[in-house]
Structures are given as C-alpha cells and as structure tokens.
C-alpha cells in the first residue's frame, strides 16, 4: 500500500513538473501567427483620394507577406466619426482609421487610440520620425504623446474658371483679397430674362468642409474660432464681420450661393469661383471641360489658413495586430506612397523624402502650378480647438446655414453658434 502511494505521489510530481512546460508549449503555438495577419482599415473620401488609398492598401498587400489589410470606406468624415464612436461602444474597432485631423485629441484623451512612441523608439532600421514636416505632424500629438501620422495632408484653396474670367475680362489670376473675390464674383455673374443663370462664387455647406473655409476667412482677418482653452470667439469683430461679407454676398448683392455641393455647381459652369481642399486638385482638373487654377485663399489683414486634411491613427486592441497595424501605417506614408498621393489627388507632402522623391520632383516640374499647395503651407495655423468637439463641425456648418439659407442677423446666428458650442464642450469634453 505504501509502495502504491509512492507510486502516485511520484507520478502526481512528474505530471505537476510536465504541466507548464505543456502549458507555455500551447500558448505559444496560440502566439505564434499560422499565415499572414489580417487588418482592417477605416477609410473615408470619395473620388481621386478614395481610389488612390484602395490603389495603396492593394501595393502594401502585395510588397509583403506578413500582413493583409482590408480598406473599408466609412463614408466622410462626418460619418466615418460618429461610427469609429459607435464601434468603441460596441468594442468593435478597425486597427488603423483615417481621421480628420483635429480629431486625434477627442479620441485619444479618453484612450481609444494607441500610442505610437514605443514603436517609433523600436523601429530603428526604416522609420525617422524626424522625416515628417514638424506643422503636419504636430495634429498627431495628444499631450507629450504621439497617436497618428500625417498621411492625405492639405490648406484650404480657392479654384477658378479660368475661361469663365476670360470671358468677363478679369485678370488672369485669383482674387487676392476678399474684397477683390466680391467684385470678381459680382463680374462673374450672369442675369438672363431677370432669372441668376451664373453667380460669381459657390461657398460650402457640406458636413465635412463647410467650417474649413470660414475659419479661412475669419483667420484672414485677424481673428479665430476659438482658443486653446475652447474660449469661443465668434462674436468678436473678425468672425463677424467675415459672417456678413458672406451673408451679403449671397442676400443682398445675389452674386454667390450656399451649396451642399459646389464643385458640382462649378463643373457645370454655374458658379466661377469655388472653395476645395487641396486634395480637390486632381478631381477637379480632371473632370473639368474648362482651365482650372488653384489658388490662395484670399487675404485682409494677413495671409494665413488652417491647416486640414487627414492623418493614420490606430485603434486596434489587439497586440499583434498592433504590430501589423504599425507596418502599415508606415508603408501608406512613406515617401513612394506619398509621392503617389500626392500626384493622384494634389495633397501635400508630409515628409521630407516625399518631397525630394524623384517622382514627386518630375510631377511639380511638369505641373508647377500644382504647387500652390506647398506654397500656402507657410500662411498656416492648426484648425479652431472647437473643431475637436463631437458636433463641432455640424454646429459651424448649421451657423453657415443659417447664415446663408435662412438669411438670419449676423448677431443672433453669431450668438446662438456661441452658447450651442459651449453647451457642447460642457456635455461632451469637458
């Protein structure tokens, strides 16, 4: 009986002995990645932008074998935010997401993004930090950390018919000044048989971009949107007078309209002077019948606009994915691929190397009146704090509505903007 004890207690050390190394043995093989790993990407943006990232994520999945991404369009920006805040509530995130940039801070603050520090401290061999344009990389820092990587960068510009300006006998260059862009826009327009059949500029009411280009113009003028500390300053004189140059223009001297859609009213000669991202640059020369120019947005007091567009940040949970995840990001905005994006759609560089890549050097030189782009990033400062908020944008696009559409006092619009962004930042940053 005794020996049959013995017996069990041995064979119970043995088994107790064996049992982590079987245990580490499985959880290695379950580490250990049994083909390629599979990443979702979140895109928004539609025509040259929305093709020319499919056209990347299918490159990256061919220079390699570790990795799979999938690109899935979320719509725009507007949209593609308020589902990314859907999938945090429903714990279900894409591992890389393209973000408007004054957003970083909204989801990294309550820790949906992860950090990218230790893996630009580890990645030593193919990634400089340094590389990046310090104004485009700074959007990607919450705090002392870094959460994205410039990627679809861009400055607000005006573009216009250069045949419509022909035929009126303007100049053969954009309006430098607002006060210049009104009288261009009261040439531009055309009244037949008492009914507008042209008007001289389109400015924009879409979710995405509406707030882009005011805050161009109350920059122009010396003012801002709102601080650092979210103080809102829409009632002060340069966004006032701003909100009535742009209420007068479409109300009293009938020479401009408000549209959801304006590049559609300018390809179809109905306007002749539109507001668009740089990025717009390749959709609009393209599809145009007519000779399109970029240009600066115009000025009053200064020259300066807000820097936009988009950058790479990664929500993913899951710390392999992490890793592949991170290959990705740095393959979308090396410079080959961002030479490539910067030829199909008109955005900026955001690196340094991008800007000195042969191909990107070959395509100024044979289009050096693409250049505008990089040219106005010397007039830039980041977008207004308030732009960070949930609704910020859709309160701003609702002020221009109001303004535009409704045709209501510059004062109360001005007012009531005010106290629904302040409402908003109590509620939902604060």
């Known amino acids: ?7 069990i207690i041995i064979i119970s050390v043995l088994l107790m002995l064996a049992l982590p190394a079987f245990i580490f043995a499985g959880a290695e093989e379950e580490a250990a990645p049994t083909g390629p790993i599979d990443i979702v990407y979140w895109r928004a943006l539609t025509g040259a932008a ?16 570790r990795v799979v991404a999938e690109a899935q369009f979320q719509g725009a920006y507007a949209e593609l935010l308020q589902k990314l ?10 591992d890389v997401v393209l973000l408007d940039s004054p957003f970083v801070g909204l989801f990294a603050k309550d820790g949906a993004l992860v950090s990218l520090d230790s893996f630009v401290a580890a990645d030593k061999t193919d990634f400089d930090l340094t590389d990046y344009v310090p104004g485009l990389l700074q959007d990607g820092y919450y705090g002392k950390n870094l959460y994205a990587l410039p990627f679809m960068r861009s400055t607000p510009l005006i573009y216009y ?14 309006p430098d000044t607002w006060d210049e862009l009104r009288e261009f826009s009261r040439k531009l327009t055309k009244v037949e048989n008492g009914e507008t059949a042209r008007y ?11 707030h882009w280009y005011f805050q161009g113009g109350v920059y122009a003028y010396g003012g801002q949107i709102s601080d650092d500390q979210f103080g809102i300053h829409l009632q002060e004189a340069p966004a006032m007078a701003v909100a009535q140059l742009w209420q007068d223009m479409v109300m009293k001297d009938k020479i401009a309209i408000g549209s959801t859609d304006p590049h559609t009213e300018f390809l179809n000669g ?22 399109v120019i970029g240009a600066f947005i115009p000025q009053k007091v200064q020259r300066l606009v807000p820097v936009g567009g988009s950058v790479l940040a990664m929500p993913s949970t899951d710390k392999t994915r ?3 995840a991170w290959d990705f990001m740095k393959y979308m905005t090396n410079a080959a691929s961002n030479s490539y994006v910067i030829q199909k759609t008109g955005y900026m560089p955001v690196t340094k190397s991008a800007a000195n890549y042969p191909d990107t050097v070959a395509y100024y030189a044979q289009y050096p009146e693409r250049k505008v782009a990089v040219e106005q990033l010397a007039y830039t400062r980041p977008q207004a704090s308030v732009i960070s908020l949930g609704m910020g944008t859709e309160i701003l696009r609702q002020m221009l509505e109001k303004l535009l559409i409704g045709g209501l006092p510059v004062s109360q619009v001005m007012a009531e903007t005010t106290a629904a962004l302040e409402k908003e930042y109590n509620d939902s940053y604060k």
């Open 200 to 210: 001289g500029t389109a400015f924009t009411l879409s979710r995405s971009s509406a």
């Open 50 to 65: 929305g093709d020319t990232q499919d056209e990347l994520v299918v490159r990256f999945n061919e220079a390699q074998t």
């Open 1 to 7: 009986m005794k020996r049959a004890v013995r017996d």
């Open 85 to 94: 805040l859907a999938g945090l509530a429903a714990g279900s995130v894409p």
């Open 322 to 324: 992490q890793s592949a």
């Open 161 to 174: 018919n250069a045949d419509m300006f022909r035929e009126v006998g303007l100049p053969d260059r954009a």
């Open 270 to 291: 109905r306007v002749g002077i539109v507001f668009g991202s740089t990025g717009s640059m390749g959709s609009l020369m393209s599809r145009a019948t007519f000779e």
